[in-house]
């Protein structure tokens, strides 16, 4: 079965400083991976998707993630990260067909320090 | 951009009580889904509708869930009879073609007294 698994369940990060966020999933055949960011008491949003194509994909607010096959893992990176970015982080993966439910993390909250 | 919409945001209902939440897809899209979100935990998928019917639905989604689309634009969630075990977050999402990224609405907090 599908899962995804974010090692850390809280991260705090200085203000400036670079930030990666770990996610690992498993998957029988190439999956389609994602990252979303809740903000408290806010809805999901969307931050980037990868699906075939370039390991190294770009999102919105600055964040990208690399697909790594052999390592089955998908993790968020940013190179300097604001106080905004607070917020909690979520990696999920699609199981495929026309459904395409998703299938998330317990999430990693991310607290910046100024 | 185009946004789901839902409706009410909190919503507090007591036990055994039937409770409908609300939710406006985008219009073009095609494929709607309800997941939730109890405190603390990670999102989990409930069910997903196409063609005006279930197309998957998880051990969550028993007999006491039920899903439509009345009129080509609303999508509704209904519980028949709720539990103190109810008490989540619900989130609406919405997919053009079934294979990539959802838009999410920003909820609807259940709470069950």
């Known amino acids: 079965a599908q899962s995804v698994t974010q090692p850390d369940i809280h991260i705090t990060v200085s203000e400036g400083a670079s930030l990666e966020l770990r996610c690992n999933y498993s998957y029988g055949a190439t999956p389609y991976l994602f990252w979303y960011v809740q903000s408290p008491g806010q809805g999901l949003q969307l931050l980037l998707k990868?699906?075939?194509?370039?390991?190294l994909v770009q999102g919105i607010k600055g964040f990208e993630a690399e697909f790594k096959r052999s390592q089955s893992s998908f993790n968020l990176r940013k190179p300097s990260v604001h106080w905004s970015d607070a917020a909690e982080y979520f990696c999920?993966?699609?199981?495929?067909?026309?459904?395409?439910?998703?299938?998330f993390g317990t999430g990693t909250l991310l607290a910046v320090q100024p | 951009e185009p946004e789901v919409t839902q409706t009410p945001s909190h919503q507090v209902t007591q036990m055994g009580q039937e409770v409908i939440l609300r939710c406006v897809p985008i219009s073009n899209h095609l494929y709607f889904y309800w997941y939730r979100q109890i405190l603390g935990q990670k999102v989990e998928f409930l069910v997903s509708?196409?063609?005006?019917?279930?197309?998957?639905k998880s051990e969550i989604f028993d007999d006491q869930f039920s899903v439509e689309r009345p009129d080509g634009s609303n999508f509704t969630l209904k519980i028949r009879s709720t539990k103190l075990e109810d008490s989540a977050m619900y989130f609406c999402?919405?997919?053009?073609?079934?294979?990539?990224?959802?838009?999410f609405g920003s909820g609807t907090r259940l709470t069950v007294v």
């Open positions: 990868y699906f075939s194509g370039d390991t």
């Open positions: 999402a919405s997919n053009e073609q079934g294979r990539y990224g959802y838009t």
């Open positions: 509708f196409y063609n005006n019917e279930i197309s998957e």
């Open positions: 999920a993966v699609g199981s495929g067909g026309a459904t395409n439910k998703l299938i």
